[in-house]
């Protein structure tokens, strides 16, 4: 069973402070995805990393995926109160082409002005 | 495009009751997914379908139950509600064809059973 462990699982900051969140499992992803989730919403999209080493960068929040395609991290610079929400992460693995996502617990972040 | 809608927002039911969850998806997406949202957990996949009349079972369908007739519509059946199934529930999209899918959300139904 494949599993996604992310830490931390709650973090509250100062406004302007940076941030990362990780994503980590034992088993190889042959995609990740970061989503952006706030109260009473769905997910939305925010990234999809798909090569070993890859690094994407969406204006202040940095995206990574491992060399192994095992872990991810998400580093957000000078937080706002904006960023505010539940970052989760979701791995897509497996051959079957049925884009069937594996998600991490979620990492609840509070940016405090 | 409405993109993907969910019916209804919230309810409560009383043990053992029934209800259907609705779903829909205005952009041709050939996949469906249902998933569950508890606190702390992340989401976990219930059911989820490659196309219209194909469904299969994701990592927890014990208690729901799928059909889906046409593209646009999946709805999710709970038989006999238990105080288990009380969590959030997204519906989500995506198309065919991309090597790597990005899944679009509804906003969600929030059950309660008491």
């Known amino acids: 069973t494949q599993l996604l462990e992310q830490s931390p699982q709650f973090l509250s900051i100062q406004e302007g402070e940076n941030l990362t969140v990780y994503c980590n499992s034992s088993?190889?992803?042959?995609?990740l995805q970061w989503y952006r989730q706030e109260p009473g919403e769905g997910p939305v999209l925010l990234v999809t990393?798909?090569?070993?080493?890859e690094v994407k960068k969406l204006k202040r929040l940095t995206f990574q995926f491992g060399d192994a395609r095992k872990d991810s991290s998400l580093h957000i610079t000078a937080a706002q109160p904006g960023d505010t929400g539940l970052y989760l992460c979701?791995?897509?693995?497996?051959?079957?082409?049925?884009?069937?996502?594996?998600f991490g617990q979620g990492t609840t972040l509070q940016v405090k002005p | 495009n409405a993109g993907v809608t969910q019916t209804p927002k919230f309810r409560i039911l009383k043990i053992g009751q029934s209800m259907t969850l609705q779903c829909a998806q205005d952009?041709?997406?050939?996949?469906m997914y249902w998933y569950r949202q508890d606190p702390g957990m992340g989401l976990k996949l219930i059911y989820y379908?490659?196309?219209?009349?194909?469904?299969d079972k994701g990592e927890v369908p014990n208690g729901y139950n799928v059909s889906r007739s046409t593209t646009e519509d999946f709805p999710l059946r709970l038989e006999l509600a238990a105080p288990s199934q009380t969590s959030v529930y997204f519906c989500?999209?995506?198309?065919?064809?991309?090597?790597?899918?990005?899944?679009?959300f509804g906003p969600g139904t929030r059950l309660t059973v008491l």
């Open positions: 979701a791995g897509e693995g497996g051959s079957s082409n049925t884009g069937k996502l594996i």
């Open positions: 379908s490659v196309g219209a009349g194909i469904t």
């Open positions: 088993s190889v992803f042959s995609s």
């Open positions: 952009m041709n997406h050939n996949y």
């Open positions: 990393v798909v090569t070993g080493g």
């Open positions: 989500a999209s995506s198309p065919p064809g991309l090597r790597y899918n990005e899944q679009f």
